[in-house]
């Protein structure tokens, strides 16, 4: 499972691939302006990039949502560690709670009711590395 940090550096590649993808076109487009002026060439080369750039905006869109996606869940997976170490502290504190009372108790004393253990936090998604 990758960790928060794997998610975070999915994200920036994706991101920086989307940037890298979206200019691909750009230097054939250059190009054509010195080299290529009129003729049927001309258009059908245009008609190419043109669909060249169609698809490589469906592909920089793509990678943009996969980076948004990693980004979430880089973010889902940092709430959940923070939610574990919340309840893991909470736990401890409910642990030496416990114990005092049931000591308290053995020797007679009456505190009330005995300590509620901490709620644990709902489990999180099944890409969430502990």
Not at 14 to 40: H, K
Not at 61 to 73: F, H, K, V, Y
Not at 79 to 100: K, P, W
């Amino acid at each position: 499972m990758p960790l928060t940090e794997d998610f975070d550096e999915a994200a920036a590649t994706l991101e920086a691939a989307a940037q890298q993808t979206a200019t691909l076109a750009d230097p054939a487009r250059t190009l054509m302006q010195g080299v290529m002026v009129g003729g049927q060439l001309t258009n059908v080369v245009t008609d190419e990039l043109d669909a060249a750039d169609t698809l490589l905006d469906q592909v920089t869109a793509e990678l943009g949502r996969l980076a948004q996606i990693c980004r979430e869940r880089a973010e889902i997976s940092r709430a959940a560690l923070v939610s574990t170490q919340e309840y893991e502290a909470a736990y401890a504190t409910y642990r030496t709670d416990l114990q005092q009372w049931e000591e308290a108790a053995s020797g007679g004393r009456t505190l009330g009711p005995a300590p509620d253990p901490p709620v644990a936090p709902p489990a999180p998604p099944s890409f969430v590395t502990r």
